[in-house]
T-cell receptor
């Protein structure tokens, strides 16, 4: 049973470009969560999704950020018109839904130049 | 919404000593409390968790205690080893849905 997969592991974007981060949950997991972690800081909740539904996006900035978890394929976190302050590690986690253990992917480290 | 506080923010112990990290939460409906360990540059990994129907849980050198009345829970690591050095995050989750709120983290250093 493969763990949570994220790609790319490292992403460099220039200011104003778009960043697209992908997360494939563990097999059998239907719940996906995205977190942002700045250097030497904690994990900040961004968004919680189930298949084809956004359950809670209270931690995600209203502008430039969007997330989806389609019926088929990975969950995608999209950041439009990136700025230097978006540089961070973005982790996704998945859970089976009937329990609350979350398992994290390896993260995508976004650098905005 | 839920708010989780964690203390201390940094902790240094001698190898072989015990380490204790304490967390408090605000939402009395929270019923699931996981602990994660994150080594430098790595993903957070679940090391132990406890549910509100249990007061204490132990797994080898690590244990977690929960006091629902006081709304606090603690992580205890005994016989610490250098490989225990990492950042530890506590978290709390309510039964409404599976959203987990993390504490700010404790950086533990075990000095050989």
């Amino acid at each position: 049973n493969a763990g949570v997969m994220q790609n790319p592991r490292h992403l460099v974007r220039r200011r104003g470009q778009e960043a697209r981060l992908r997360c494939s949950p563990m097999k059998g997991h239907s719940h996906v969560y995205w977190y942002r972690q700045l250097p030497e800081e904690g994990l900040k909740f961004m968004v919680y999704l189930q298949k084809e539904n956004i359950i809670d996006e209270s931690g995600m900035p209203k502008e430039r950020f969007s997330a989806e978890f389609p019926k088929e394929g990975p969950s995608i976190l999209r950041i439009q018109q990136v700025v230097r302050g978006d540089s961070a590690a973005y982790f996704c986690a998945s859970s089976p839904g009937d329990r609350t253990e979350q398992y994290f992917g390896p993260g995508t480290r976004l650098t905005v130049t | 919404g839920e708010n989780v506080e964690q203390h201390p923010s940094t902790l240094s112990v001698q190898e072989g000593d015990s380490a204790v990290i304490k967390c408090t939460y605000s939402d009395s409906a929270s019923n699931y409390f996981p602990w994660y360990k994150q080594e430098l540059g790595k993903r957070p990994q679940l090391i132990i968790d406890i549910r509100s129907n249990v007061g204490e849980k132990k797994d080898q050198r690590i244990a977690v205690t929960l006091n629902k009345t006081a709304k606090h829970f603690s992580l205890h690591i005994t016989e610490t080893q250098p490989e225990d050095s990492a950042v530890y995050f506590c978290a709390a989750s309510t039964p409404i849905y599976d959203k987990v709120i993390f504490g700010p983290g404790t950086s533990l250093s075990v000095i050989p």
